[in-house]
């Protein structure tokens, strides 16, 4: 072997590929929490590097490696970057996002392609399968909070999994939270709403997505709601999270030692410990009970897991692959040395 080439897949490409593809991006989550579940999903902690402007936090980068066995059987890594001053500040989006797929058994490089929009769709795919594991029965009205990349890649994907419920959207720039109303499918089952009350007081399910630097929802806005899902870092009081009766994650590990996060402060303080959590991998997996009664109010927390990046990454490379999609680019036309 002399040439190694790598396939590029630029954002256009990724779409190409099948990004939006809902239902296959739900199916490509569950299943890979179904196999972090029974341990064929080799992912070390992310590693963080937050930085700061004075007491200002300006942004961060995190690398994310993982290996997934069985048919993916695909090394990867997700380099991402959050800065939230972007949008407004650089005319950027707030994450920029790189995936790095790569052959398990001779480290070969196989794909490096735009990560952005694939975080936004696993993690609105993971908000999906909580909703489908923890939603209270008889549910009418799904809230979200917040109209932004995540927002609009929710408002795709909820309405897949509770097809018979309303869907209500409150961002504080009310003309972005119509535009992104508008761009969804299924634009003649969301309402845009005028304040944040109305999402509070007429939800049964909340899911908050905004990258709120400072704690915005109170122990007083847990009301009519039995499933709350956080999708930022800071969005959700102590006293609030401490209302729900039970607490649901997607990896306990590491959100109990990130100290941004409402869940590592509370376990910091002892006022939540190791007993109070569950992760849904367990939940999906069928190793614990999702929802015990529909009164119970359920507190879920999104940290982001690399196994669901490649899970969604690696679909996209094969179908890449197969129809052609992407431009090949060599790392080196013959080594060095070897």
């Known amino acids: ?73 695909l090394a990867g890594i997700k380099w991402a970057a959050g800065y939230p001053h972007n949008p407004s500040r650089y005319d950027l989006p707030l994450g920029i996002d790189i995936i790095i797929l790569s052959n ?11 990560g952005t929009l694939i975080t936004a769709v696993r993690t609105a795919a993971l908000a999906g399968l909580a909703v489908k ?15 932004g990349v995540i927002g609009k890649t929710l408002l795709r994907m909820l309405p897949i999994v509770v097809r018979n419920s309303r869907i209500l959207l409150y961002d504080i720039d009310h003309d972005k939270a119509v535009e992104s109303s508008l761009q969804s499918p299924f634009s003649s089952r969301i309402d845009v709403v005028e304040d944040f009350e109305t999402i509070v007081e007429s939800s049964d399910v909340i899911v908050t997505a905004t990258s709120a630097e400072k704690p915005y929802f109170k122990e007083y806005h ?25 607490i649901v994650v ?16 509370l376990y910091r303080k002892h006022r939540i410990n190791n007993t109070d959590v569950t992760e849904i991998t367990e939940i999906v997996a069928g ?22 990046d490649i899970a969604i990454a690696q679909r996209i490379y094969r179908t890449a692959l197969s129809e052609k999609i992407g431009t090949w680019l060599n790392l080196w036309d013959k080594p060095l040395w070897k």
């Open 1 to 73: 072997m002399s040439e190694l080439k790598i396939l590029y897949l630029k954002q256009e490409d990724v779409i190409k590929a099948g990004l939006f593809d809902t239902e296959k991006a739900l199916n490509d989550v569950e299943h890979i929490l179904k196999l972090y579940a029974e341990k064929k999903v080799c992912m070390p902690p992310k590693t963080l590097l937050d930085f700061y402007d004075g007491d200002e936090y300006r942004g961060h980068f995190v690398a994310m490696p993982v290996y997934a066995d069985g048919e993916i059987d």
């Open 104 to 114: 398990p058994y001779n480290g070969v490089p196989l794909s490096i392609m735009d």
């Open 133 to 147: 594991y923890l939603k209270p029965s008889d549910m009418q009205n799904l809230g979200i909070v917040g109209a």
């Open 222 to 246: 847990m009301k009519k709601a039995k499933l709350y899902i956080q999708l930022g870092v800071v969005e959700f009081s102590e006293d609030a999270v401490l209302k729900a009766d039970r």
């Open 250 to 265: 997607d990896n306990w590990e590491q959100i109990k030692s990130y100290e941004r996060g409402v869940l590592g402060r």
């Open 287 to 308: 190793k614990k009970k999702g929802r015990c009664s529909d009164d119970e109010i359920i507190f879920f927390d999104s940290f982001g897991m690399a196994c669901e």
